[in-house]
């Protein structure tokens, strides 16, 4: 049952990223994941609780059929004005407005937090999809984490979420060749060539290749700019030496349980779309 309700939810934060696009493409394709998650939910509730229903039969038919069980949707009529919008879009080519799928975000998080406890006794905030992380040394490390968060333990935290964005980021090597950051160095002989004048030429191109670089993995995995940015910026440096001992330097004191969940969530997304590339 959790495996399927972990997918429900990724599937509605994956259906948020593209209502917050803001082009109508885009809020059709939100759409359709939306009603995704919907129809996931109710097959995962027919399964569990044995709700007989005919081979092939469809979102409407599903959700008739559990309701008539005794095991009630909440806001139904919009569960079925949404699977109205993913015809529309997904058989007919009708783009939404923007406006649309922001409705409709709202009407399946309605829907998915009153059912979830009601149905299986989860809370829809608690479901964490660390679990779908397959690489078990950053699962490990969020979850030490979201577990370091509950305990107010925050300046442990955001280390654990260092160490996790360090394999992350070792991991996008693969896509993207690593940047010795020693080219800089140059700067320092061609100063002394030149008598001692500042030349600071290697830096620059190591700062843009780094730029340029970091834009190219966010365009590749579409991920928020943002989130991108937390990660990089918002947390510790870690390092790891060879005999596998982690070395955390903070660069502030404090931070706040807000943004290590987000960076949490931030650092869950990129281990997903990595997990989904060939």
């Not at 079925?80 to 923007?98: Q, S």
């Not at 829907?111 to 999809?129: I, K, T, W, Y």
């Not at 160490?163 to 991991?171: C, D, M, T, V």
């Not at 404090?254 to 969940?261: P, V």
Request: with cysteine; charged share 25%; net charge neutral.
């Amino acid at each position: 049952m959790t495996p399927q309700l972990l997918l429900v939810k990724q599937l509605f934060l994956e259906a948020d990223n593209f209502v917050t696009r803001g082009d109508t493409v885009s809020a059709g394709l939100a759409i359709s994941l939306l009603q995704d998650a919907t129809e996931l939910y109710v097959w995962t509730l027919i399964k569990e609780r044995n709700v007989v229903v005919k081979d092939q039969s469809g979102f409407v038919a599903n959700l008739e059929a559990v309701n008539k069980a005794g095991h009630l949707m909440p806001f139904s009529a919009r569960l079925l004005e949404l699977n109205r919008a993913r015809v529309n879009f997904k058989h007919y080519g009708n783009l939404p407005a923007e406006t649309e799928a922001r409705k409709h975000r709202g009407y399946v998080e309605d829907c998915l937090r009153e059912a979830m406890p009601q149905h299986f006794g989860v809370n829809f905030d608690e479901l964490s999809l660390i679990d779908l992380v397959s690489n078990t040394s950053v699962r490990t490390h969020l979850s030490d984490a979201q577990e370091r968060i509950g305990a107010g333990d925050l300046q442990n935290a955001a280390s654990e979420l260092a160490k996790a964005r360090h394999i992350l980021l070792e991991e996008l090597r693969r896509f993207s060749p690593k940047i010795d950051r020693r080219l800089a160095d140059a700067d320092r002989i061609l100063s002394s060539l030149v008598g001692g004048r500042d030349v600071r030429v290697f830096e620059y191109l190591t700062t843009y290749l780094q730029q340029f670089q970091d834009s190219t993995l966010v365009a590749t995995l579409q991920l928020p700019p943002e989130d991108f940015a937390l990660i990089q910026g918002g947390l510790p440096y870690a390092n790891r030496s060879h005999a596998g001992i982690w070395h955390v330097t903070h660069t502030r004191s404090n931070y706040s349980e807000g943004e290590c969940r987000r960076a949490v969530s931030c650092l869950v997304n990129l281990s997903l779309r990595l997990q989904s590339r060939p």
